[in-house]
């Protein structure tokens, strides 16, 4: 079992960056894929990148492609997601999630354990 605890979220300007953290308790942190997803009020989880054990394969939504980057530190038990060009439509709560698999997944339902989430708000 692993538990996560996200970290970083907070208000920000348009156009502006957050990195966020995910910390995972245990020592097999590195025998599940991570995903980080959103949730806007009244809106459904959804994804946003994903990595596999090892880091190197990753992957993420179309909406964030080429502002948003995932990576993981293994030795540190801590995944990132570093946001930059913060747009007001990325303003959510943020949650990491931690799937028993080698690769991540788009579906949230794909994962076992999630953290309890860090609200992001993208001011205009």
């Known amino acids: 079992q692993v538990q996560l605890v996200e970290s970083g979220g907070g208000l920000v300007q348009a156009g502006g960056s957050l990195r966020l953290s995910c910390a995972a308790s245990?020592?097999?942190?590195?025998?599940?894929?991570m995903g980080w997803f959103r949730q806007a009020p009244g809106k459904e989880r959804t994804f946003v990148a994903a990595?596999?054990?090892?880091?190197?394969?990753?992957y993420d939504a179309g909406s964030v492609r080429g502002r948003f980057t995932i990576s993981r530190d293994n030795a540190k038990n801590t995944v990132y997601l570093q946001m930059d060009s913060l747009k007001p439509e990325d303003t959510a709560v943020y949650y990491c999630?931690?799937?028993?698999?080698?690769?991540?997944?788009?579906?949230?339902?794909?994962?076992?354990?999630w953290g309890q989430g860090t609200q992001v708000t993208v001011s205009s």
């Open positions: 999630a931690a799937r028993t698999a080698y690769s991540g997944s788009s579906y949230k339902d794909e994962y076992d354990y």
């Open positions: 990595i596999s054990r090892t880091g190197i394969s990753t």
């Open positions: 245990g020592r097999t942190f590195s025998s599940y894929a």
